[in-house]
């Protein structure tokens, strides 16, 4: 199982830099993990529109799935148009994102497939394990399983028990960690720390912590170092092109 970063950035892309967004592949299969701003031009550095395979949405907030648009553009708008996309969301995520263009424009591009939070469902080798964690708006965290590896992606979460159940002795966790070492009261429960991430990784037993959604010019050098405190394993922060291997 490979994951390569698109982007990391919370809230908007930083120059040069695009918002939430992975690239998960196994045997051949490509499934794109959230598309928020600016991800359309880092995966098309990596594969052509109408070689995805599907796209997984954790949440409705623009920064992770604005550029769902562009991309069904790209794969219905050519003389010769890509099949049917399925992308998996909660009810009513991309209603505001699928509204972009005039109604019935994409409805070829795209299979639907909503899902509720704590469904277990296949998308081509995955096993996709669900679980709604806290945010300001519905958000399905996902455990990917794929030859007795997993990958965790929390989306945007507040820290609490449901993480570290989903994250149980996973192999590689992408944790949202906004800020680095305090949450504003503003946000306090509905958006993560590094120090929270780092807190949680360990109480879950991951291998390694990739921290993603920094606020735009967040060092991630001391995004990095107060996950260490709390946290002894592996530490990388989501910049576009990193990749991971899973054996």
């Known amino acids: 199982m490979r994951l390569t970063v698109l982007g990391g950035c919370g809230a908007w892309p930083e120059p040069g830099q695009a918002c939430s ?21 880092r995966l098309l550095t990596h594969i052509a529109a109408d070689e995805l395979d599907a796209v997984y949405i954790t949440h409705g907030h623009p920064d992770h799935c604005a550029d769902l648009n562009p991309l069904l ?41 909503p899902f509720e939070a ?28 794929a030859n007795d590896r997993a990958i965790v992606y929390t989306g945007d979460a507040g820290p609490g028990p449901a993480t570290v159940e989903l994250a ?11 800020h680095a070492e305090e949450v504003p009261e503003s946000a306090r429960g509905m958006l993560s720390s590094a120090r929270d991430a780092a807190d949680q990784a360990t109480a879950a037993g991951v291998r390694s912590l990739l921290l993603t959604h920094l606020w735009p010019g967040t060092d991630p050098y001391t995004a990095r170092a107060a996950a260490r405190a709390g946290y002894a394993g592996g530490i990388g922060v989501a910049t576009p092109g990193l990749s991971f291997d899973l054996p």
């Open 118 to 145: 704590g469904d277990t469902f296949e998308i081509g080798p995955f096993t996709a394990r669900t679980a709604l964690l806290p945010h300001f708006v519905p958000n399905a965290g996902v455990r990917l399983t």
């Open 168 to 178: 149980r002795d996973a192999d590689l966790l992408v944790a949202e960690a906004t």
């Open 21 to 41: 967004g992975f690239l998960v592949e196994q045997d051949g299969f490509r499934l794109l993990v959230d598309a928020g701003y600016a991800t359309l031009p």
């Open 73 to 113: 553009r790209a794969r219905a708008l050519p003389d010769k148009p890509a099949p049917p996309l399925p992308v998996y969301a909660l009810p009513g995520a991309l209603d505001a994102v699928l509204a972009l263009d005039r109604p019935g424009m994409l409805d070829p591009a795209i299979m639907l497939t």
